[in-house]
């Protein structure tokens, strides 16, 4: 299955936003979009899901365009995890779950057997079995965030779109959360996610796309992509990169001229240097050109 965007372009109140973005998402892959604040990535996101509509190109879904797909086919083949949901009601989560079910059944049939046990197949796949009776609006970022992963699961949805899944989680949430999407990938689902963190990325992810200046300016295997020049042509700040022997842990760090501005990257060298005790691999260093 592939959800595809060609040659989008979009702008908002006359200013462009996206000029020249095309972004294709396909099962079993795991995909991370980068971009500065204000790139545009949401914005791409909401147009591939059909939420909105470009001034121009098209987005297709398995070739056939978006339009001719009615809203509950495509629900049950894509499915959106938004950067912030707010209940209106307090739900539990096996409620919020439950709420995936909705395409499949029609506004009008209350859920069965069937569905509540395809909600608790889905908790379990997911790890939050044990929350099912808890309310939603009671539990913390990364659950709930885990919770509308489960509501997007109930779908049935092959394809994840999902905007910023790891901001405001703390660290071990984010690791296992980013563990589950590696692994949702694995089974054969497709998921594209945005980040801000270009050392998210680096570990599971088969394609990391660079949305710049309205454009797709490189995309590609993470350790082909994301070099030092990449992420100074993305954020503008001069980077190392630290890479293991084996390639697969990569990090970067701010270079000796950006450390005194970026005081929170002085993290990155410890977690490398623990990386490595850990692993028992050297750590190269690459400075930027
Ligand atoms: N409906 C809208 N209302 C307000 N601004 C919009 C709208 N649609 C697009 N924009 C503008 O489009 C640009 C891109 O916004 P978008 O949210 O897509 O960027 P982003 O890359 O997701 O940013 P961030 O990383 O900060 O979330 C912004 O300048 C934004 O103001």
Redesign the pocket.
């Known amino acids: 299955m592939m959800l595809a965007a060609r040659d989008i372009r ?1 702008a ?2 006359g ?1 462009p ?2 000029s020249r973005a095309s972004l294709a998402l396909r099962t079993g892959e795991l995909v991370c979009l980068l ?12 147009i591939l899901l059909g939420l ?1 509509r470009p001034d121009h190109g098209a987005v297709t879904l398995d070739g056939a365009p978006l339009a001719q797909w009615g809203r509950r086919q495509l629900a049950r083949r894509v499915a959106y995890v938004p ?1 912030m949901h707010i209940a209106p009601f307090p739900y539990t989560v096996l409620q919020v779950a439950l709420l995936g079910r909705l395409p499949a059944n029609g506004m009008f049939k209350a859920p069965g057997a069937a569905d509540l046990d395809c909600v608790r197949g889905v908790l379990e796949q997911l790890g939050i079995s044990h929350l099912a009776d808890r309310v939603y609006t009671r539990i913390s970022g990364g659950e709930r965030q885990l919770t509308l992963i489960a509501r997007a699961l109930a779908q049935e949805a092959r394809l994840l779109v999902m ?2 899944p790891l901001a405001g989680l703390d660290y071990g949430n984010q690791l296992r959360l980013r563990d589950r999407l590696e692994r949702l990938a694995a089974d054969g689902y497709g998921v594209l996610m ?1 980040t ?1 963190d270009p050392d998210q990325p680096l570990s599971g992810c088969q394609r990391v796309v660079l ?1 710049i200046d309205g454009g797709i300016a490189a995309e590609g295997p993470p350790a082909e992509v994301l070099t030092p020049e990449a992420i100074y042509r993305l954020y503008g700040v001069r980077v190392d990169l630290l890479r293991t022997s084996d390639g697969r842990g990569i990090a970067f760090r701010p270079s000796e001229s950006q450390q005194s501005l970026l005081f929170s990257g002085l993290r990155r060298p410890v977690i490398a240097a623990a990386q490595e005790r850990k692993t028992g691999f050297c750590v190269e260093e690459r400075r930027m050109k």
């Open positions: 979009y908002y109140r200013r936003v996206l971009g500065v604040n204000g790139a545009g990535k949401s914005t791409l996101l909401r909105q950067q905007d910023e945005t801000h949305l």
